[in-house]
């Protein structure tokens, strides 16, 4: 076997998979291959060919990697060269116009919205606005307890767990929040968030890989223009109003939207820039706090024993009369293991179940192995986080794996051993998402006050999907109810109802 790739020959919209120095061709069409669950057939392809495997989508080669110290060796000693994107067709150039921190190319564009992005999310922002964050988790734990009726009646989740995501993102983008769950921005926003992750999976659209299709009317380029239309018109509106009031010397609270606003002549942003930058905000930081909120929601009813001891030590570290809060946390190791491992989701779909691909500015070889210039490298990270020699009995919902490790989301991402790192769902290297400590804190708030408040469980009749989701990038699982009962008689005390 040659240590190095053979040469890939595009073949049409065929797919071609190069493993180690040989060739593997399978099927044509669009993309039947991957199957329902494109997550699985990577993995099994990582198990046959390796932790770095290459494949011709249309137009594209790509790279799998699914090794944590691969991932690494490129994505971060060497990230000056694998921390560009490929600008897709649908979620670049048409959806986000070319701008949008997740999504732009490794250029001074991208520098100068990360660098705005950043003065939102770094740990002094994000200190300064806990109490929304706190806020909005009692106010999320008080509605489950009253649509839930005090446990009488049965109540999905999901939407109460949207809704406090997207309350917690409209406050850090405009300084604003919606009132109640029937708002008709809840529904608009949950549904914007949603339509581009179902636009935009990172292997889903043979638009992005077949150029010839790009200049035809098809059904996918429509659905993304009008959701670039829908984004301009919600996200971009708000900030239209945000500069009349400001205009008119009304008093509008800080937030990034003011700051964009503000600045826009010294940073050279105009409307779209700014919409686009808020609309990146707002898709990523529902999306995937919310997801996660969701899946734990589905997953724990199932588990009463893990439920126990979460609720014994609740009641030894914070008691009864009060919620749990950030300096907490500390403190509460088993409730902080519960967390991380919903957080790598091991029995059930990852939300995130690839990270978002990075692209290399220059040809690169490693181990022998060539990386042309321009390809998309994907970081696999469904097979990560089913690795046994990491995750003994991966498929198995087991906290205690975590119960020694202290680290936060961000802590674990920076250390030098890769295969320590909890998860791999906010990224990594230079690109690693903006809002993880956002999304940290977000989660960990409302995660701890649903176990100190509820014992949660499965209504008989109503098994609860977990293999299943909805979504295709980033995914939730299907609609389900649960009964959120409270644990004792303080819960209404505490959350005022």
Not at 122 to 146: F, G, K
Not at 331 to 343: D, E, Q, R
Request: aromatic share 10%; with cysteine.
């Amino acid at each position: 076997m040659s240590s190095r790739a053979a040469p890939l020959t595009k073949v049409g919209i065929r797919f071609q998979m190069v493993p180690l120095g040989y060739q593997y061709l399978l099927t044509s069409g669009s993309f039947p291959f991957l199957t329902h669950y494109p997550e699985l057939t990577l993995d099994y392809w990582a198990k046959k060919f390796g932790p770095l495997y290459s494949m011709w989508l249309g137009n594209q080669l790509f790279v799998v990697v699914s090794d944590p110290q691969i991932v690494k060796d490129l994505m971060v000693t060497n990230g000056a060269v694998f921390s560009s994107r490929k600008e897709m067709f649908l979620k670049s150039q048409t959806i986000f116009a070319g701008r949008g921190i997740t999504a732009t190319p490794y250029n001074d564009r991208w520098r100068k919205h990360r660098r705005i992005a950043f003065g939102s999310l770094n740990p002094r922002a994000v200190d300064e606005y806990t109490h929304v964050l706190d806020m909005e988790a009692t106010v999320l734990v008080r509605e489950l307890y009253n649509y839930g009726k005090a446990g009488a009646v049965p109540i999905n989740p999901q939407p109460h767990a949207g809704r406090a995501s997207l309350n917690n993102m409209l406050t850090i983008v405009f300084g604003m929040r919606t009132d109640t769950i029937e708002h008709p921005l809840v529904a608009r926003a949950l549904k914007l968030s949603r339509e581009f992750m179902n636009c935009t999976g990172p292997v889903s659209n043979i638009i992005d890989f077949v150029p010839i299709l790009q200049g035809l009317p098809n059904y996918m380029t429509t659905r993304s223009k009008k959701l670039h239309t829908g984004l301009l018109e919600t996200y971009g509106g708000f900030l239209n109003d945000i500069e009349a009031k400001i205009n008119r010397g009304e008093e509008v609270p800080g937030c990034l939207a003011k700051t964009m606003i503000q600045t826009k002549e010294e940073e050279q942003l105009d409307h779209v820039d700014m919409a686009i930058l808020a609309s990146a905000f707002m898709i990523g930081g529902v999306e995937t706090t919310a997801s996660i909120m969701q899946w734990f929601s589905a997953l724990i009813p199932a588990y009463p024993d893990i439920q126990a001891k979460a609720h014994a030590e609740l009641d030894r570290v914070v008691g009864r009369d009060r919620l749990p809060t950030v300096e907490d946390e500390k403190n509460l190791p088993y409730v902080h293991a519960i967390i991380k491992a919903t957080f790598s989701f091991e029995r059930c779909h990852n939300p995130f179940w690839l990270g978002t691909p990075h692209v290399n500015t220059e040809d690169f070889t490693y181990r022998g192995q060539f990386i042309p210039k321009d390809t998309v490298v994907v970081l696999n990270t469904y097979t990560m986080h089913h690795e046994p020699r990491r995750y003994p009995d991966p498929h198995t919902f087991n906290p205690e794996r975590y119960i020694n490790d202290s680290t936060t989301t961000a802590e674990s991402a920076n250390l030098s051993d890769p295969y320590q790192r909890d998860h791999w769902m906010f990224g990594v290297g230079r690109r690693i998402c903006p809002g993880i400590l956002v999304a940290d804190r977000e989660v960990w708030l409302a995660i701890s006050r649903m176990l100190w408040a509820f014992k949660m469980e499965e209504i008989p009749g109503e098994p609860i999907d977990l293999k299943e989701y909805d979504g295709l990038s980033g995914r939730s699982p299907v609609p389900f109810r649960i009964k959120m009962i409270p644990r004792h008689a303080k819960v209404a005390e505490v959350l005022g109802v």
